[in-house]
């Protein structure tokens, strides 16, 4: 008997894009010939993608629809659309069609062959400027140096998963600040990776400012690793360095000179040295944060209302 595919998709405020991607996404899916289900996660759209998603879900019983009570975000959407789902394989993607649905057949030969987790690696994205580019490869570089896992440089959120890697991911990594990707290439299994085009968003522009993918790297960095706590014992060892040269220039010039000076160059030690304090200070602050958001155990979603779902989910 064939596998089931599941299609999981995270829509905020996508009214321009959701029946071109429906269409194109079918019409792969109807060719693989496997049975499907494409799950829309709608994350507090407030544009028109709510009622477009009720006339597709009307018209066809496979498509699946879960609607938050509020915006939580892509990474909560695409964890939910991974509790929801029944399928065998699962795969995770942008409603925009930069993620190419023509790459689900080889995705879903890679799963026949005995893979777990396939990494869809981006090489191009046409859509993003230069900054977006350059800061993306950036961030995989500062990761993986400070992280003891190594993550799969511009691996992109359109990736696949078997049930058994599913499963895990609904029982463990329930963090409430969430790397879903950073998650699939932590579980472990059989990897592989393919690379791929991102195409030009179909419609509508990034929902990520530099802003908000500024913040989501911090967290991110700060959940994989906690080198940055350890930068306060760096910081104090070449603090005690520099006490120790000034201490040495002071004994220097009043055996030379008598009274020394460098009454300018202690106070601007003195206020570099407090710039380094306040700077880890900050960053132990980051790190409360994020403890605090655990220990609050607040909901990673909260649903709303389901469409073609059975009565027991």
Do not use: W
């Not at 496997?34 to 066809?60: C, H, M, Q, T």
């Not at 023509?102 to 777990?116: A, I, V, W």
């Not at 991110?220 to 104090?236: C, R, V």
């Amino acid at each position: 008997m064939s596998k089931k595919i599941s299609i999981i998709v995270s829509v905020y405020n996508e009214e321009e894009v959701l029946f071109e991607f429906y269409r194109e996404t079918i019409k792969v899916l109807l060719l693989i010939d496997n049975p499907y289900e494409i799950i829309f996660v709608n994350d507090g759209s407030v544009d028109g993608s709510r009622g477009i998603l009720f006339k597709i879900a009307k018209d066809d019983e496979n498509v699946k629809v879960v609607h938050f009570s509020r915006n939580f975000g892509h990474e909560a959407a695409m964890t939910a659309g991974i509790d929801n789902a029944s399928g065998d394989y699962l795969v995770c993607m942008d409603a925009d069609l930069q993620h190419p649905p023509t790459l689900l057949p080889e995705m879903l030969r890679k799963f026949e062959s005995g893979y777990d987790i396939i990494n869809m690696v981006r090489t191009v994205n046409k859509s993003a400027g230069i900054i977006k580019n350059i800061t993306s490869s950036m961030f995989y570089k500062v990761i993986n140096r400070l992280s003891d896992i190594h993550l799969v440089s511009n691996a992109s959120d359109f990736f696949g998963i078997s049930k058994r890697v599913a499963d895990v991911l609904r029982s463990s990594y329930r963090e409430k600040t969430r790397f879903l990707r950073g998650y699939v290439q932590n579980v472990g299994f059989n990897t592989v990776n393919i690379e791929y085009e991102a195409r030009k968003r179909y419609a509508g522009e990034s929902k990520y400012s530099i802003k908000k993918l500024f913040r989501f790297s911090m967290n991110t960095i700060m959940t994989f690793s906690n080198l940055p706590l350890k930068l306060g014992i760096y910081a104090g060892s070449m603090a005690a360095f520099l006490a120790i040269v000034m201490m040495i220039y002071t004994i220097v010039s009043f055996i030379r000179v008598g009274t020394p000076s460098g009454y300018a160059t202690t106070i601007c030690l003195i206020c570099f040295m407090f710039s380094v304090l306040f700077f880890i200070v900050g960053i132990i602050g980051e790190y409360l944060g994020l403890i605090l958001s655990e220990i609050k155990d607040r909901p990673i979603y909260i649903v709303e209302e389901k469409m073609n779902f059975e009565d027991k989910e």
